[in-house]
């Protein structure tokens, strides 16, 4: 017997001896159709499971949550009493917009806190944010805020950085609290000190969201 290959090009020669004789266009598109069969190689098994995927022949599709549910508990849940299933629908949805609200409240907070700032700084945090810098700051501000008795009246750092300097001043801003920068000879040297101190008329509580989250909020594009 001849091999497979042989018996193939046999094939393609006589469909092409055809296709030379035959001027009809519908027998010609027949003709080109059969050619392509036969030069076409069988396929295997991973070939035809991707032509018939999903299944018979592809991945298994995941079980749906109604078939992994004990059927007991599913005819529990069908069956429910209407108004008692009207309830439960209420609570779920007046619990969803509790959530939302607070998220709201929260983010208007931050954006008030934010106007605060200086428009100075507040191109310098965004073009250029060292959130560990900025969240070293926080952390003092937001435990200087918490507390209470005269020694909390001010708070001091000793920054010498004048970039580092202004992002603090703008992190007190946020926070609504003054702060003032002095300089002072320490060992016949300069040396910048800034001290912070709480306003009078300023914000009773400081805000939920830190300014570090904010801002890493804002150039994610969630605020």
Not at 27 to 38: A, G
Not at 62 to 70: E, G
Not at 186 to 206: F, H, N, V, W, Y
């Amino acid at each position: 017997m001849k091999p497979r290959g042989a018996l193939i090009e046999e094939k393609i020669e006589l469909l092409e001896s055809y296709a030379e004789k035959i001027s009809n266009r519908r027998s010609r598109r027949w003709l080109n159709d059969r050619l392509l069969i036969e030069l076409v190689p069988p396929l295997d098994a991973e070939e035809i499971r991707g032509l018939f995927a999903p299944p018979p022949w592809g991945d298994n599709v995941p079980k749906s949550p109604f078939c992994m549910t004990n059927v007991g508990e599913w005819d529990t849940f069908r069956s429910i009493d209407m108004d008692k299933e009207a309830r439960m629908i209420e609570a779920l949805q007046s619990s969803s917009t509790k959530t939302k609200r607070h998220v709201h409240t929260e983010k208007i907070a931050a954006l008030n806190a934010w106007r605060r700032v200086d428009c100075r700084t507040r191109a310098a945090l965004k073009r250029s944010f060292l959130s560990e810098l900025v969240e070293s700051f926080e952390d003092s501000i937001r435990s200087f805020l918490k507390g209470t008795g005269e020694e909390d009246d001010n708070l001091v750092f000793q920054v010498q950085d004048p970039f580092h300097r202004l992002i603090l001043h703008g992190v007190c801003e946020f926070y609504d609290l003054t702060s003032v920068t002095i300089t002072r000879s320490m060992d016949d040297k300069p040396s910048k000190i800034t001290k912070i101190r709480k306003k009078k008329s300023g914000s009773a509580e400081p805000p939920n969201v830190t300014l570090c989250h904010f801002l890493k909020m804002s150039k994610e594009g969630i605020w």
